[in-house]
């Protein structure tokens, strides 16, 4: 890939972080079909959404991927939103994680996007191998983030 914009490490940056979180196989493949055409803005999501953006400490990997998949979600992105579950569980969210982020988002996009985005969250965990998301009030244990703030755990 050619250098597009000015080198401030941007570029180095968003590529490590890039690899770290979608995988060397998908970058990988994104590099080898990059064409003239594509690679301006190849050059800019690795710059600006991997190396501006994910690499901020404000949010950690975990929250980024669950607002990434809420997002694209929202918008019908289900090309991306396969990419990003894979993503996700990367970042350390197993399938009740992203069965939770997906009926919040049902609340605040509508039934019809959420539901087309578990039927691709639910294709792409069962590809990696992923075990099923529990039902609610089956052991599932507290999750990675356990109680937050307030809460009571009824004990």
Not at 21 to 33: E, P, S
Not at 61 to 85: D, F, K, N, P, Y
């Amino acid at each position: 890939m050619r250098e597009e914009g000015p080198d401030d490490g941007t570029l180095e940056a968003g590529m490590k972080v890039r690899r770290e979180v979608l995988g060397d196989a998908h970058v990988d493949r994104a590099q080898a079909g990059t064409s003239p055409m594509t690679a301006p803005f190849q050059d800019f999501i690795t710059r600006t959404a991997w190396g501006e953006v994910w690499t901020r400490p404000q949010l950690d990997r975990w929250t980024r991927s669950c607002l990434t998949l809420a997002l694209l979600a929202a918008g019908g992105h289900e090309r991306e939103l396969a990419m990003h579950v894979r993503a996700a569980v990367r970042n350390g969210l197993d399938a009740n994680d992203i069965a939770e982020v997906l009926l919040h988002t049902a609340v605040y996009a509508g039934v019809p996007a959420a539901n087309a985005a578990m039927a691709v969250a639910q294709d792409t965990l069962a590809e990696l191998g992923v075990p099923e998301a529990q039902a609610a009030g089956e052991d599932e244990g507290e999750g990675r983030r356990g109680l937050q703030d307030g809460q009571d755990d009824g004990g």
